[in-house]
């Protein structure tokens, strides 16, 4: 492992900490944690101020775990180290060293991340997330099958050796998910006994 490795592998993880929803919120003047979830990211900064505040925060996450990963190619690192690379700025994202570790939840970094660094795999994980949205009506849940088929995809490729590192942090983002996924769940067990309820009448 060379210091040039090491070097790329710290500063992803502070790319990852550059929180583009607290500077939009900072611009206009609002603390996104103290609102509705307290999540910076793109979901929440939409939900406070707007369509276009979930934009630019979408744009602006995705972005840096887009770059990473391309100067990773551009330096010729490793798709391991890339990997790597990608699950720290991903990691920043999540845990801000500046904000005590209350940053987003990592969806738009991890596009970023995904697209840049095998543009196949990230096709399976935009398939497996549109398909059931018509039929979950859910982009919570729909995202969770986005994953699976990203993992299945990983592993039938047999990038598994490679590209675990962002096997893992697609473990540690559902996590941070847990919650939503649970309401998500709920809400539509709710409506499906509803209708249920309904049609028996």
Not at 39 to 50: M, P
Not at 113 to 118: E, G, I, K, Q, S
Not at 152 to 175: F, N, Q
Request: proline residues 3%.
């Amino acid at each position: 492992m060379s210091y040039l490795t090491i070097c790329y592998w710290l500063m992803s993880y502070f790319v990852g900490t550059f929180m583009t929803a607290w500077w939009v919120g900072k611009w206009r003047n609002i603390d996104l944690r103290e609102h509705r979830s307290g999540n910076l990211g793109a979901r929440n900064a939409g939900a406070v101020i707007g369509k276009s505040a979930f934009l630019i925060t979408s744009i602006g996450d995705g972005s840096k775990g887009l770059l990473i990963v391309l100067l990773g190619y551009l330096l010729n690192e490793t798709e391991f180290s890339i990997a790597v690379a990608g699950a720290l700025v991903i990691i920043g994202h999540l845990f801000p060293f500046w904000l005590k570790g209350k940053g987003g939840k990592g969806i738009a970094t991890f596009v970023g991340v995904t697209l840049a660094f095998n543009p196949l795999l990230f096709l399976a994980f935009v398939v497996g997330f549109l398909i059931p949205i018509p039929f979950l009506k859910s982009a919570t849940l729909s995202m969770l099958l986005g994953y699976v088929c990203y993992i299945g995809s990983i592993i039938y490729s047999g990038c598994l050796p490679v590209a675990w590192p962002i096997v893992l942090i697609i473990l540690i983002i559902v996590y941070k998910h847990r919650f939503d996924i649970i309401e998500s769940y709920q809400e539509k067990a709710w409506k499906s006994k509803k209708i249920t309820k309904k049609s028996t009448l």
